[in-house]
């Protein structure tokens, strides 16, 4: 994943590097590093660790320079260390680098043989030193032609030159990357967001090309060297200031803030004065597709799985759900009759980024539901679905969760109603529930300081186990991902019903279990699931929706009770106690809640 950001001005850029790579953190954070250009040569800072070190080193290294490149990394080859942080320099070159060099073990090889001597393990130095080499006998632009020919895998790359104040080079090939323009100064960057606080004027370099950037121009060319003349779009300032407020957590903002986020996504989509829901842009006749296929990763499959239930329900439609990583390798039949729906917050992902652009090599239908409306797979996909839920930068999907699962839901009523699958007083009906769907997510939130001391128990147990059916199976997915991703527990989600097929092996005096059962259609078979693991002496924590009677059943060590709704909105609320259970119980442990260990939040390598 990593980040890269890259400026090319009349002014010192080192303090401004580093500002853009603390925005940058969010797609890698185990190093980072930064070169510039001081009296032509080429001078380096890294660090193992965060960016707030490598500011602390940087001054003291006094680092000056009116052009330079700035990575946080996510380390694919080597481990995290000062050594094997970006940039990569040879005398002549400084190269930062996004994604995977496929090939570099033989050009190490070829470039070691002559002479090229290696200081760290990663494939990007192999880069500096090609660079380097055909530097020797070709032009500047030739020699980019030239490497990145011989560069197999995916790359978002950016480059400075010894005694070339007058330019740097990006280039792409899988791995996003971006350029804006400023005044007298121009960037380069691995996203839109990067470069957010400098300027809303952006290009995306688009697979195989690469550019020149100058202070003033900027030119982009063809993987051979022809020159492409390209649109310049302006970004929404909107997102530009967002930060932690009062608190001391982005997750822990972005958790409350869904009540509201779930609001404004309402508001986009739903007409509530004629009480109907409006997607303007849908390019279809309901009729021309009879099945659709749900693609994504990590928390945007969950939202996948949900909403095969809904669709299934509430629709004609063959639904299939499929893992984007899975998905692209496989020898999938392609019906021209499907609409196939990417789901990822970035939009950047490049697994789910791959499968759109196997869809779309296949002439398929596709629709994208991100929340980056600026993000490759929105860009590339036919039709785009916004989530509406602002930037979200803990590394633990929350809010976007909750936004691509009303995204799909919305989606799903409205392929209802248009396939007249169901009348028009039950897609009424289904809009006002859907109404009310913020404020019960507002009461959820108050259901907190129980799950403070819940949180306590999870944090310090061997294991755990989620269990869910219907609805609440991906649901139990999710709870279980979260509490791994935040307190490094192992967990496991399951649907209730397949525990005595071998899971069930698994419990043992105290372990703690989350068994999330509302009172829909699956409620009493799950009940029985829950007292065949409280009988093997699990402590179980019931998540359950509220009704009149008051015991559910009996020997359940906690139980949190949401709001009573129409059972299809159920999975929204059930949501909201496992994403708190995740944070209170990596809070217990003093874990970095906002960048757990070993992941990323935008996730742009395979
Ligand atoms: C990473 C993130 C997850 C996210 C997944 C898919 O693993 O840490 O939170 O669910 O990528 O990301 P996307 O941006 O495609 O939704």
């Not at 790579?21 to 040569?41: F, H, M, P």
């Not at 290294?61 to 996510?74: A, M, S, T, Y």
């Not at 499929?322 to 998905?327: L, N, T």
Request: glycine share 6%.
């Amino acid at each position: 994943m990593c980040g890269i950001i890259g400026i090319i001005s009349t002014n010192e850029v080192s303090s401004r590097i580093v500002n853009s790579l603390k925005k940058l953190e969010y797609r890698g954070y185990d190093s980072a590093g930064i070169a510039t250009l001081v009296d032509g040569n080429i001078n380096e800072v890294k660090c193992e660790g965060r960016v707030d070190i490598l500011e602390k080193d940087i001054l003291k290294f006094n680092l000056k320079g009116d052009i330079g490149i700035g990575h946080v990394r996510w380390a694919t080859h080597g481990k995290p260390s000062k050594i094997n942080a970006h940039p990569h320099s040879s005398e002549q070159v400084s190269v930062v680098h996004n994604g995977i060099i496929e090939n570099s073990t033989i050009l190490k090889k070829f470039l070691e043989k002559k002479g090229y001597v290696f200081k760290s393990q990663t494939d990007t130095e192999v880069i500096a030193h090609l660079v380097t080499d055909y530097l020797k006998k070709n032009s500047l632009k030739n020699t980019i032609i030239k490497v990145l020919k011989k560069l197999h895998g995916s790359f978002a790359l950016g480059v400075i030159f010894k005694d070339r104040d007058d330019l740097m080079v990006g280039a792409r090939r899988g791995s996003p990357l971006a350029v804006g323009y400023g005044p007298n100064e121009n960037y380069l960057g691995s996203d839109s967001y990067a470069l957010k606080s400098m300027t809303n004027k952006i290009s995306y370099l688009e697979d195989g090309e690469f550019c020149i950037i100058k202070k003033d121009q900027i030119e982009f060319f063809e993987g051979n060297g022809v020159k492409i003349n390209k649109k310049v779009m302006n970004l929404s300032k909107e997102d530009i200031h967002y930060d932690k407020g009062d608190y001391k957590y982005f997750m822990e903002k972005e958790i409350d803030e869904q009540p509201s986020t779930i609001n404004d996504c309402i508001n986009e989509y739903v007409d509530r004065y004629n009480n109907q829901i409006n997607i303007y842009n849908f390019p279809w006749k309901i009729n021309s597709f009879q099945s659709i296929v749900l693609i994504g990763c990590g928390t945007a499959y969950h939202s996948c799985l949900v909403a095969k239930y809904w669709l299934e329900q509430n629709t004609n439609l063959d639904v299939s759900i499929d893992i984007a990583s899975e998905f692209r390798y496989r020898k999938v039949r392609f019906k021209k009759d499907c609409l196939y729906v990417f789901v990822s917050q970035s939009g950047e992902t490049a697994d789910t980024y791959a499968a759109l652009e196997l869809c779309k090599k296949n002439k398929m239908k596709t629709c994208a539901v991100v929340n980056v409306v600026e993000s490759s797979i929105a860009r590339d996909a036919d039709l785009v679905l916004p989530i509406y839920c602002g930037q979200e930068i803990g590394v633990a999907s929350t809010k976007a969760f909750l936004g691509q699962m009303l995204v799909l839901y919305i989606l799903s009523i409205k392929i209802s109603f248009d396939q007249k699958f169901i009348t028009k007083k039950d897609y009424q009906s289904k809009i006002k529930n859907l109404l009310s769907l913020s404020n019960s997510a507002k009461k959820t939130l108050k259901l907190d300081h129980k799950l403070l001391n819940i949180g306590k128990v999870f944090a310090h147990a061997k294991g755990c186990m989620f269990l869910g059916r219907g609805y609440s199976f991906p649901i139990a997915l999710e709870g279980a991902l979260k509490l791994k991703e935040l307190a490094y527990v192992h967990a496991e989600g399951y649907p209730a019903g397949e525990m005595k097929h071998g899971p069930l092996a698994l419990i043992e005096e105290g372990m703690p279990v989350v068994v999330i059962a509302p009172r829909d259609d699956h409620y009493k078979k799950t009940m029985s699931n829950m007292q065949e693991v409280i009988a093997r002496g699990a402590k179980v924590l019931l998540i359950t929706n509220k009704n009149k009677d008051e015991v559910v059943s009996e020997n359940i060590w906690e139980q949190i009770e949401v709001d009573k709704l129409n059972d299809e909105l159920i999975p929204f609320l059930v949501t909201i106690p496992l994403q708190k259970l995740a944070f209170y119980s990596a809070l217990e442990k003093g874990y970095d809640i906002d960048k757990p260990r070993n992941l990323a939040k935008s996730v742009t390598v395979e």
